[in-house]
């Protein structure tokens, strides 16, 4: 039995607010959320006065404050430019641990979506690590960002740790904010699928080999796919396989690279990130899709 002080909270009694920083004090809080979620040296935080100048450049900076006033999260995006439209590029969302698993992310990029929309932005650009499964459950599952690109090493060697051991590859992606899929997953969250009975009907272009209790390789990929849609199985578990044997994960970015160079190459997009259990433990897909014309 839990203790009656220590009963576990439920999203709805987790209180913040989300708005625009107050003071310095929270440009100083959110340099130590960088450090307590990314567990990196202070050469690679961002540090106050750049983060006022970005807000002051047309930047968009918010903040979660609980219902004490502390800074627990925060959202920054840097105003950009493509294809001749106005971006804001998403460069940080960070929530301090004890206020993760409560939407308190999801709920900083909703505001970054409305703050973005006020001043007359429909995309927001962003990049995430492909290693990384919860990222990518956030980015493609829950937002509905969509990436066409990949790029390698795309950050140089950091002291974050999730990069820590492996070139800081990344996807990177947009967020159409007026899209009709984004309303829709901002509205009733991600689409309720049986994706038991869609696994058994999709199309993959790799299985995975268990090698040791816990460490999963992947078979060789199809590269002739010509479905409209496919599946990408990776380990839902790769931050543990990274730990175990960087060799092992040095592996799995390698086939990232192959996968997603080549097929964005063939006018494929990844549009969603599937995460369901099976026989006891959970697996994870990539949904890449034939673009339209």
């Known amino acids: 039995m839990v203790a009656a002080g220590r009963r576990k909270k439920r999203k709805d009694e987790i209180q913040v607010t989300i708005g625009p920083f107050r003071d310095l004090e929270d440009y100083k809080a959110c340099e130590d ?16 006065p750049l983060l006022v100048e970005a807000g002051r450049s047309g930047g968009v900076l918010l903040g979660a404050a609980s219902s004490l006033g502390d800074l627990v999260g925060f959202v920054f995006s840097m105003a950009g430019q493509l294809d001749g439209r106005p971006t804001q ?10 206020y993760r698993n409560f939407d308190v992310g999801y709920k900083l990029k909703a505001a970054q ?18 290693m990384q499964p919860g990222d990518a459950y956030f980015a493609l599952g829950k937002l509905g960002q969509r990436a066409v690109a990949y790029e390698e090493n795309f950050h140089g060697e950091t002291t974050r740790l999730p990069d820590r051991g492996l070139p800081t590859d990344r996807v990177l992606t947009r967020w159409d904010l007026k899209d009709a899929d984004t309303v ?25 080999e268990e090698t040791a209790p816990g460490l999963l390789t992947s078979s060789p990929v199809e590269l002739n796919c010509n479905a409209d849609r496919f599946l990408f199985e990776i380990p839902y578990n790769l931050q543990e396989i990274k730990n175990r044997d960087l060799g ?46």
């Open 33 to 48: 959320i960088q450090r307590e979620v990314w567990r990196m040296n202070d050469i690679d935080i961002v540090p106050v």
């Open 113 to 130: 979506r409305k703050e973005a929309l006020k001043r007359g932005v429909h995309l927001i650009t962003s990049c995430f690590d492909p």
């Open 248 to 293: 092992v994960a040095l592996e799995w970015q390698g086939r990232m690279r192959q996968v997603f160079r080549h097929y964005f190459g063939k006018s494929y997009a990844v549009v969603d990130f599937w995460v369901c259990e099976a026989d006891g433990h959970l697996r994870a897909f990539y949904v890449l899709e034939r673009q339209k014309d």
């Open 89 to 98: 590029h998403s460069f940080m969302v960070a929530v301090r641990a004890a």
């Open 184 to 208: 829709r997953r901002l509205d009733q969250g991600p689409p309720r699928r049986e994706l038991r009975r869609e696994l058994k009907s999709g199309v993959f272009i790799n299985r995975l």
